[in-house]
């Protein structure tokens, strides 16, 4: 199994410019997550999904789209792109229940992530 | 909103040192997380424990529900252990299926 595979690795984009960030897992897992690091913050979620046609807004959503058609794929859309939004983009995916009904009591399993830089 | 509070944020000792990692949290919950990010970015699983201790190896996880806190000890440390090390619980909604992520700890071992 190859998990969950992010692309692509880097890239970098000028001020404006839009691109999708690609996320897919092979583990059958229904809720997939995105999340931004920045340099010596904790990963703060983007969006996450529940299940395929099922999106939600994390804690900093703006500026980002998201769409979930399929349970392997997630993407990610940032549009006019901002300096601000130079990070380090992990996505991640759990199975939906865990013990005591609750998908926090399952491990989520990251990608490699992709680093952004907008300039 | 449960809050998360992790100490040391930096920490370096000489290999074969005891470790100890804090993680402190705001809101009751059903599980915690450590996690583990490599120099190269990656960032993988631990552990997942409610209570008592877990043990993998040289890592071993303990916590305490009544005080809300969680240590994360490395025996016998190895250069190779150098990583940022995360603490994450449920945010605290009715589903659980949101994580709080710590800042992390920098844990530089020397040889």
């Known amino acids: 199994n190859a998990g969950v595979t992010q692309t692509p690795k880097f890239r970098i984009l000028k001020i404006g410019q839009s691109m999708t960030l690609q996320c897919t897992q092979d583990m059958n897992h229904n809720y997939m997550y995105w999340y931004r690091q920045d340099p010596g913050m904790g990963l703060k979620l983007i969006y996450y999904?529940?299940?395929?046609?099922?999106?939600d807004k994390g804690e900093v959503p703006n500026g980002y789209n998201v769409s979930r058609s399929t349970t392997e794929d997630f993407p990610l859309r940032l549009e006019l792109a901002a300096p601000s939004q130079t990070s380090v983009y992990f996505c991640?995916?759990?199975?939906?229940?865990?013990?005591?009904?609750?998908?926090?009591?399952?491990?989520?399993?990251f990608g490699d992530g992709t680093r952004l830089s907008i300039l | 909103k449960n809050e998360v509070e992790q100490s040391p944020q930096n920490l370096t000792a000489q290999e074969g040192e005891f470790i100890t990692i804090n993680c402190s949290y705001s809101v009751g919950i059903s599980a915690l997380h450590w996690l583990q990010q490599h120099p190269g970015g990656g960032i993988v699983s631990l552990f997942m424990?409610?209570?008592g201790k877990k043990k993998h190896g040289r890592l071993i996880a303990t916590i305490n529900i009544q005080e809300k806190h969680s240590s994360l000890h490395i025996t016998a440390s190895h250069p190779r252990d150098s990583a940022v090390y995360i603490c994450a619980v449920p945010s605290g909604e009715a589903s659980g299926s949101r994580l709080t992520f710590g800042e992390g700890t920098q844990l530089t071992v020397n040889p």
């Open positions: 999904s529940v299940g395929a046609g099922i999106t």
């Open positions: 424990l409610s209570s």
């Open positions: 991640a995916s759990s199975y939906g229940v865990g013990w005591g009904g609750r998908a926090g009591n399952q491990p989520q399993h």
